[in-house]
């Protein structure tokens, strides 16, 4: 089974690499998009999910977008 395919409604997961703002922190995915610290904490909306990556987007408080790429091989499924 692969990455893309664990990456359901539910699942945590960490990502591992290099980003001091993304590594290692624990994500959750949700439809349409993943979020940090819960439902309400830092969210990042999904905008593709291709067969090797996924490419999110955030805006911040004046509206000016950022964007990151994830390789699904970047990606360590956490299993409860």
């Given at each position: 089974?692969?990455?893309?395919?664990?990456?359901?409604?539910?699942?945590?997961?960490?990502?591992h690499?290099?980003?001091?703002?993304?590594?290692?922190?624990?994500?959750e995915?949700?439809?349409g998009?993943?979020?940090?610290?819960g439902?309400f904490?830092?969210?990042?909306?999904?905008?593709?999910?291709?067969s090797?990556k996924?490419?999110?987007?955030t805006?911040?408080?004046?509206?000016?977008?950022?964007?990151a790429?994830?390789?699904?091989?970047?990606?360590e499924?956490i299993?409860?």
């Amino acid at each position: 089974m692969t990455t893309k395919t664990q990456l359901t409604p539910g699942t945590k997961f960490k990502i591992h690499n290099g980003n001091t703002f993304i590594s290692d922190r624990i994500f959750e995915m949700h439809d349409g998009f993943i979020s940090q610290g819960g439902l309400f904490g830092k969210q990042m909306n999904i905008e593709k999910m291709g067969s090797r990556k996924m490419t999110l987007y955030t805006f911040n408080m004046i509206g000016i977008i950022s964007t990151a790429t994830i390789k699904y091989e970047d990606i360590e499924i956490i299993t409860e």
